[in-house]
């Protein structure tokens, strides 16, 4: 198990498909989860299984979404972390969280350790957010995180949002 990140109630670490393969797939199958996802429903475990296989974030660019676990029984909350997307450029900060840990800070707090270890230890200068307009919660968060909203955009025929954090200059 790769550890990533620790935070003072949470643990980030890499996906394990064969472990991790049945609380993706209950994620991605809580309606309240991927509403505001553009994302469908796994249709199996097995389906979830082979997506987690075939998951290639952290062998192509070194960083990706993570398992985030609460400490300190290591129970399944949810995933975060940050994505590269070579078509733009740019790497995005991701998070979704079972609905049963939403309004307790889970997910500010797991964003807010993925962009310092995506500026301190990456050294990646911007990291993006994306939400759907509607989506107040997740728009809470990226501001909470520290992003700043830079405009609008289409978010699979939805209003959408787009956030910018950018990493500070340390003076000499």
């Known amino acids: ?12 670490r890499e996906f394990l498909p064969d472990e991790d ?5 209950a994620l991605n199958n ?7 996802t553009g994302d469908p429903p796994f249709e199996s475990v097995e389906a979830a299984r082979q997506f ?6 952290y062998e192509k660019f070194g960083y990706g979404r993570w ?15 940050l994505k590269y997307t070579p078509e733009l450029a740019e790497t995005d900060i ?5 609905p049963a840990h939403w309004g307790r800070g889970y997910a500010t707090e797991a964003a807010r350790a993925c962009l310092e270890y995506g500026f301190h230890t990456l050294g990646l200068k911007r990291i993006v957010g994306r ?4 989506n107040k919660a997740s728009v809470r ?3 909470k995180a520290g992003l700043r909203c830079r405009g609008e955009f289409d978010f699979d025929a939805h209003p959408g949002l787009y956030f910018v954090a950018e990493r500070k200059e340390q003076k000499g």
């Open 1 to 12: 198990m790769k550890i990533i990140l620790e935070t003072p109630r949470l643990i980030l």
């Open 52 to 57: 987690l296989r075939h998951y290639d974030q």
């Open 67 to 81: 398992a985030v676990l609460l400490k300190p029984a290591g129970a399944w909350i949810g995933w975060c972390g």
């Open 131 to 134: 939400a759907m307009k509607e």
């Open 141 to 143: 968060v990226l501001e």
């Open 94 to 98: 991701g998070f979704r969280f079972f």
């Open 21 to 25: 393969a049945a609380f993706f797939f």
């Open 30 to 36: 809580e309606p309240e989860a991927i509403r505001y």
